[in-house]
């Protein structure tokens, strides 16, 4: 009985420790109490053990933690799975640890570098010292990642001071890890745990090595310490890991389908764009038959934004270097990209054109605007250079001179969501006509929290805020809402595009920029004669044509829509007999706007065929006796067969048919 009554007696003090439990948010909104010192794993478990063994890592106050870190405050807590991009960066980044166990245990005394997440799987930049090492080793690693996975050790964070993490790696010997604590600051350092193995790293990471049920290193590569060349060269090991043995599987069928939809090895097959080690890295040539894509491409573009409103302009390929401080970009980029070009005369200097943006908004400002102008829309396919390291390049995705098919709106606040809407219409334009079929939009808010980043008035934000998530609405557009991946400048939305073998592209960018009319000193004169400043937007559905087309290429496997396709059709006499009315076809065909080429050479029929189907020309038009005889061609598509014989009107009724 006393016992009881003295229960009674301490329940107040438990109503006060209640009382200074924390609050967690969760996604939905719901708030939940737990005592400080809760993980994020622990508030899993309490929703649901099946959801706790999907947890790999939690966002915390949008700040990605380890799921197994205490949390003392009132918090808004995320928990990231796999299907998260977080919760797989987090995965990866921990596989390159448990990769970096395995390379000590196999060769004692390498020194580690660096060994982030990338964009597929993880990679660690290891100094094997003595130790020769080559991809013929990679399975033994591979072997031995497989073994620490399994023995499903934990990971734990450790704060350490400067002095102590300085010891640890002297003692260790491992220079580079040394020199990047020499950068850290004394109070924010932490090393990770697992099984035998210690790191740097401010983490996070997955809860425990046994997450990780399939693994597969891809390859090795040099990589200079820091990307500086003038460090040692290093050996980067790249792999990927996967929680099911099934998805490792998919992805290797999927690697296997990309490589043969290269752009690079299809760009060469099909004779469409070189490089050049005289001209430079980077640099793409465009050969004839690339060209041709291209220039359908431009024409298409140029065509659909005259019908929509458009100005068309063009302006030089270098600029003052005043004029890039005054945009801003000097300062930005100024250091890290190409050098100012010097001129014979004292102290001038240019640079060449990163961006099209500060040409356009002197276009806007060299003479009185009105609100009657307004929305001014400025188009040019600018070629534009932007310096990228040497082990960045890649194929025409990644390149250091590119053209964009750029456009500059410049209009009011009020106009921002006709506008957005007007662009997306086009962007969903240019992907049908082009046969990407899947794609979602990504709108870039301002944080929520955090908004004294961000320039421009709040009521503007508010603005062109809602105006870019109505326009998406009203378009019926699938969205995702990204809080706190706006520019300092202003909101955006980016199309994501999936590709025909399931890969992520990015394509289309709609920018609203409160900046760069603000650095130039933009004006209009308004409706009640005062002078207000204009909102400009950047935008460009393909992005570059060069990575376009490289997307393209990949998405289409090198068949492109008959529309742009460089040769549509190949006309193939049997024998040389026949080549005067092959000829005379072809130029019946040019005129109803059918371009093609005839294969002269004097190689028997299905080697025609057979290198035609090679350099993927949609149809073959085959002609030997019969054909002459009665004015007729047989036609063969790519990939189908023959499809039979038709009249020469005939045909060119079908084509047009097929163009739709
Ligand atoms: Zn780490
Ligand atoms: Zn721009």
Redesign the pocket.
């Known amino acids: 009985m006393e016992l009881l009554e003295q229960f009674h007696l301490v329940k107040p003090k438990f109503a006060h420790f209640k009382l200074s439990m924390i609050n967690i948010t969760l996604p939905d909104g719901s708030v939940r109490q737990y005592d400080p010192g809760i993980s994020a794993m622990e508030i899993a478990r309490s929703i649901s053990e099946g959801l706790a063994r999907n947890v790999l890592a939690a966002k915390v106050n949008d700040e990605v933690w380890d799921s197994f870190r205490p949390i003392y405050e009132d918090s808004s807590v995320k928990l990231l799975t796999w299907d998260d991009a977080d919760g797989k960066s987090t995965f990866w980044?921990s596989s390159a640890?448990i990769m970096a166990e395995a390379l000590e245990a196999i060769y004692p005394g390498v020194k580690l570098g660096i060994g982030p997440s990338i964009e597929n799987g993880f990679y660690y930049d290891v100094d094997f010292g003595d130790h020769a090492f080559t991809a013929d080793q990679l399975p033994a690693v591979e072997a031995k990642i497989q073994e620490l996975a399994s023995a499903d050790n934990p990971f734990s964070r450790q704060d350490i001071s400067k002095d102590e993490a300085i010891n640890y790696f002297t003692a260790k010997g491992d220079p580079y890890k040394l020199e990047l604590i020499d950068g850290l600051t004394d109070g924010q350092i932490t090393f990770?745990h697992q099984g035998n193995f210690t790191?740097l790293?401010r983490?996070p990471?997955i809860p425990s090595t046994g997450k990780i049920k399939a693994v597969k290193l891809l390859n090795i590569a040099g990589a200079y310490w820091r990307g500086d060349e003038k460090n040692k060269q290093l050996t980067r090991l790249y792999g990927i890991t996967f929680p099911k043995a099934k998805e490792l599987t998919e992805y290797l069928i999927l690697l296997e389908e990309a490589k043969k939809r290269d752009h690079r090895k299809l760009g060469k097959e099909l004779e469409l764009f070189m490089f050049s080690e005289k001209v430079g890295a980077g640099l793409p040539i465009w050969l004839p038959r690339g060209t041709m894509i291209r220039e359908r491409l431009e024409r298409f573009m140029r065509q659909e934004q005259m019908e929509r409103g458009y100005v068309q302009v063009v302006t030089p390929h270098i600029g003052k270097k005043d004029l890039y401080v005054t945009s801003g970009h000097f300062e930005k980029y100024g250091k890290d990209s190409f050098q100012p070009i010097h001129t014979p005369e004292e102290g001038e200097e240019f640079l060449l054109k990163p961006m099209n943006c500060p040409h356009h908004c002197e276009i806007f400002g060299h003479k009185p605007r009105s609100y009657k102008e307004l929305p001014l829309r400025i188009a040019e396919f600018g070629t534009v250079y932007r310096y990228e390291q040497s082990g960045e390049l890649n194929g025409l995705t990644r390149v250091r001179g590119f053209t964009q098919d750029d456009a500059h709106i410049f209009c009011t606040a009020d106009q921002i969501k006709d506008e957005f809407k007007a662009v997306i219409d086009l962007v969903i334009h240019v992907f049908a006509k082009l046969g990407f079929e899947n794609y979602t939009a990504q709108i870039s808010l301002r944080d929520k929290v955090n908004r004294d980043k961000y320039i421009g008035s709040e009521e503007n934000w508010v603005k062109s805020e809602n105006a870019i998530i109505e326009a998406a609405a009203e378009k019926g557009l699938v969205t995702v809402t990204e809080y706190g991946e706006a520019a300092f400048y202003g909101p955006k939305l980016d199309f994501m595009v999936k590709d025909a073998i399931g890969r992520k592209w990015q394509l289309g960018t709609i920018q609203v920029d409160y900046n760069l009319p603000e650095r130039f000193e933009l004006e209009y004169i308004t409706s009640d004669n005062s002078k207000a400043r204009p909102v400009m937007i950047h935008r460009a559905p393909f992005g570059s044509l060069e990575r376009f087309i490289g997307v393209l290429i990949e998405h289409c496997n090198g068949n492109f829509p008959l529309w742009l396709t460089p040769d549509q059709v190949a006309i193939l006499p049997i024998s040389e007999k026949f080549e005067e009315f092959a000829k005379t076809l072809l130029n019946y065909l040019e005129k109803s706007d059918i371009r093609g080429l005839v294969d002269v050479r004097a190689e028997k029929i299905g080697r025609k065929i057979r290198d035609a189907e090679m350099k993927k020309v949609p149809i073959m038009l085959i002609i030997g006796e019969k054909e002459l005889e009665n004015n007729e061609v047989s036609v063969r598509e790519h990939g189908i067969g023959d499809v039979g014989t038709m009249t020469l009107e005939g045909f060119v009724t079908y084509f047009k048919q097929k163009l739709i």
């Open positions: 980044h640890h990770y790191d790293c983490g990471h």
